[in-house]
């Protein structure tokens, strides 16, 4: 059983190098971003519960969606997608407008096979996506020494993205573009979601919002919601 579990896991790191690496593109997005989403996932037992929001100029909510699902794959660094990625995309795939760009809670690039959690499904969906995350899986850097400073994140010379200090004596957080947008937008995006938190204003909503998700699912004050539920709501145009 542990040959055959290596094994599957070789093969899923092989789908990360030979084709999502590969289909990546660090340029974008086309146009101004005026919409702005983010999704995150919460997990009990072996279910994944997932939320995506959608937000305006001011940060204020103006969709969300929810999913979930039970999670086949157990955490593995580096394989996240494979875990979460699935649930996540049906809660996106529920928004109403499709976001110009989405942040998600894990690694874009910044990723030993430079195909994390943030790439992956920006690939899947064709979005334009951003990764952040609280760690990093890869990358060299200093850390910034005061809030709203950054500094580069770089892995075997080549540019991952920034690390950036968000509230002073807090750690910092790191941002990697995921896929269809690149280094410097990345930055810029997050930066403008950034309010009085560490993490910025849309991811930080749709983790409280997850988290609030499954409680609330688990504690009976929600319907029963089928596995992988994606009813009740159109999805947007691909």
Same mark, same amino acid.
């Given at each position: ?16 190098? &030979?084709? *999502? #690496?590969?289909?990546? $593109?660090?340029?974008? /997005? ?6 702005? +989403?983010? !999704? %995150? ?24 969606? &929810?999913? *979930? #699902?039970?999670?086949? $794959?157990?955490?593995? /660094? ?6 979460? +990625?699935? !649930? %996540? ?150």
């Amino acid at each position: 059983m542990i040959a055959q579990d290596a094994s599957r896991f070789q093969d899923l790191r092989r789908i990360q190098t &030979t084709n *999502i #690496a590969q289909q990546v $593109v660090l340029e974008g /997005p086309a146009g101004a971003v005026t919409s702005i +989403g983010a !999704v %995150a996932q919460s997990f009990a037992d072996d279910l994944a519960f997932s939320c995506a929001i959608l937000v305006d100029a001011s940060m204020n909510v103006i969709d969300e969606a &929810t999913a *979930i #699902a039970k999670t086949t $794959v157990p955490y593995i /660094p580096g394989l996240l997608f494979f875990r979460e +990625g699935p !649930v %996540a995309m049906a809660a996106i795939k529920k928004l109403r407008k499709r976001p110009d760009v989405l942040i998600v809670s894990g690694c874009g690039i910044n990723h030993p096979r430079f195909a994390g959690l943030a790439s992956h499904l920006g690939v899947e969906l064709n979005m334009s996506t951003v990764g952040v995350s609280q760690e990093t899986l890869c990358g060299d850097y200093v850390e910034p020494g005061e809030a709203c400073c950054f500094t580069r994140l770089t892995f075997k010379g080549r540019p991952l993205g920034f690390v950036l200090k968000t509230v002073t004596g807090a750690r910092p957080i790191f941002i990697s573009p995921g896929h269809r947008i690149s280094l410097q937008c990345a930055l810029q995006v997050v930066q403008r979601c950034v309010v009085n938190h560490r993490l910025p204003e849309p991811l930080r909503l749709a983790h409280v919002k997850a988290r609030h998700f499954r409680s609330a699912t688990r504690s009976g004050q929600l319907a029963p919601i089928r596995t992988a539920d994606t009813a009740g709501r159109p999805a947007h145009n691909q």
